[in-house]
């Protein structure tokens, strides 16, 4: 008697992706890369010109904010991933195309090599900070960094997935994900918890923990303490006193005195630049004109013995304080509603880069959050008012 044929189990089935071969918007997906976080990455070609590009075809039903991915490629830093084009397959799942990802994502890395060592990791570790750094001056957060989303490409680092984070978050967010991802570097573990550190990284671990547990503010501070923690992790041991030459001795002697010298310099905080200050001067007719200078005039010379003491003439051009957190928010109030008296061009996208600046008033900003504000909103009335 015959034996009924039995289905072949899963296990032994060789997975046929069918989206290899087909075409998603002007282009041929050629090949499978990897699996991200939030979805699959292939490699693709412009159907006319063999343009290569990347795909990532998100999991299912997850959309993601596409107003954000935009927003980030106003960013124009090299290292966030340009998304070109956006649309949904047939089966419902949204998809991105984006410039051409050639390397390696950190997840790849990890699988590769497993742990990293401690110099290269804050390497980076550094140059994903300066892409935060970047975005967070635009008041774009990330929200969902990771090893599988943060791309080594040639020697630079190329971030994917912004707007893709299922809730608002703040800055705060990126910096401990920055911590985690260096202890999942460090362990060579994609899904390492942060909580112990792995085997010789007492050099770096306590800035990553201070990532973690939000001690470090900015991306800015971040990065440079991940700098001062490798340069003291690969610096030599010091030299004996005993055997260091008489004008070496000198040299750092007269290098300490002249530190302690400009110390005592007094420093004054960044002040506006000509275009920041017009820009205020514009958006407040209240605001004090400089003082004008007489012109010159001939006097006739009189028989006195002694020349009369003039009053000091007010200097021009003298900087411009940064404005407090409350007049900056008058001046996006009359921002926006000169943007709506005008009416035209992206009026959405215009009011949402001024709304991301409010936030970035709230609370106490410092004076370099501050003037940074500042300067966005120099940028952003050249971008939608001119």
């Not at 050629?30 to 292939?42: D, L, P, Q």
């Not at 440079?224 to 750092?252: I, R, Y």
């Not at 404005?323 to 009416?343: F, M, W, Y």
Request: aromatic content about 4%; some cysteine.
């Amino acid at each position: 008697m015959s034996t009924p044929y039995q289905p072949i189990p899963e296990t032994t089935q060789v997975h046929v992706d069918r989206l290899v071969g087909s075409t998603v918007g002007a282009y041929r997906v050629v090949r499978h890369v990897t699996e991200g976080r939030y979805g699959t990455i292939y490699r693709c070609e412009h159907l006319e010109t063999g343009a290569p590009t990347t795909l990532e075809v998100l999991r299912t039903q997850l959309k993601g904010n596409d107003q954000d991915a935009r927003a980030a490629n106003a960013i124009k830093s090299p290292g966030v991933a340009t998304v070109t084009g956006f649309g949904d397959l047939p089966d419902g799942r949204h998809w991105r195309m984006m410039e051409l990802l050639d390397g390696e994502s950190l997840g790849q890395l990890i699988a590769r090599r497993g742990p990293i060592p401690p110099a290269e990791v804050v390497s980076i570790l550094e140059r994903v900070a300066t892409v935060l750094e970047a975005s967070h001056a635009w008041a774009i957060v990330h929200g969902s960094l990771g090893a599988t989303n943060v791309f080594l490409v040639k020697d630079s680092v190329k971030l994917t997935d912004f707007g893709l984070a299922r809730e608002r978050l703040t800055a705060a967010a990126d910096l401990r994900a920055l911590g985690w991802l260096g202890t999942a570097l460090l362990a060579g573990e994609d899904a390492a918890d942060g909580r112990r550190a792995p085997p010789g990284t007492s050099g770096i671990a306590p800035v990553l923990r201070a990532l973690i547990d939000g001690q470090l503010a900015t991306a800015t501070i971040a990065r440079k303490a991940l700098l001062d923690s490798v340069a003291a992790a690969v610096s030599p041991p010091p030299v004996a006193k005993s055997k260091l030459p008489l004008a070496l001795g000198v040299a750092v002697l007269l290098v300490v005195l002249i530190g302690a010298g400009l110390a005592f310099i007094p420093r004054e905080a960044p002040a506006l630049t000509d275009d920041e200050a017009t820009m205020l001067d514009d958006e407040d007719p209240s605001a004090a004109e400089e003082p004008q200078l007489a012109p010159p005039t001939t006097l006739e010379p009189v028989p006195v013995i002694e020349k009369p003491v003039r009053p000091s003439r007010p200097r021009l051009g003298s900087a411009r304080p940064v404005p407090e957190a409350a007049e900056l928010q008058v001046l996006i109030n009359s921002l926006e509603r000169r943007l709506q008296k005008r009416g035209t061009g992206d009026v959405d996208q215009a009011l949402s880069v001024l709304n991301k600046q409010r936030l970035r008033l709230t609370g106490s900003p410092t004076l370099n959050e501050r003037r940074d504000v500042v300067r966005q909103l120099a940028g952003w009335r050249r971008s939608y008012l001119r």
